[in-house]
């Protein structure tokens, strides 16, 4: 048998084994979780983002109800002087038809704010 030459280091007998430290498959979790935890500025960075689309959200549904509002005080200046069921039928509009669009465009932005969320909580938790 013949030894290794000065300086070498002599090989194992036994087969390579794989050594792990870490597992690679939650380690981009852990660490996008802890920046937005920390609030690094890539954490900022991304709950910015969520804050801008969230205004960029409410500044659309703003505009939606805005339009509504001014199109009918523009395309039918004379509700008030009409009368149905002994009310004018500009009171009768704001009890039957705004209120009811106003919940119901505040119910959509809470549904797609959560969504925005969700999507967020998403890009959080994905692997690269």
Avoid: K
Wanted: some cysteine; overall charge positive; aromatic content about 4%.
């Amino acid at each position: 048998m013949s030894e290794p030459p000065q300086g070498s280091t002599p090989r194992p007998a036994a087969g390579r084994q794989r050594v792990v430290l870490a597992h690679r498959r939650g380690a981009r979790m852990v660490r996008t979780r802890v920046e937005v935890q920390e609030q690094t500025q890539v954490g900022d960075a991304l709950v910015r983002g969520l804050m801008r689309a969230q205004l960029g959200l409410a500044l659309r549904l703003t505009l939606v109800v805005i339009a509504g509002v001014v199109a009918t005080v523009i395309l039918a200046p004379h509700l008030s002087a009409l009368t149905v069921l002994g009310m004018r039928l500009n009171w009768l509009v704001l009890a039957v038809l705004c209120y009811p669009l106003l919940y119901g465009i505040g119910r959509l932005y809470v549904r797609l704010a959560e969504q925005a969320e969700r999507d967020f909580v998403r890009v959080v938790d994905s692997e690269p």
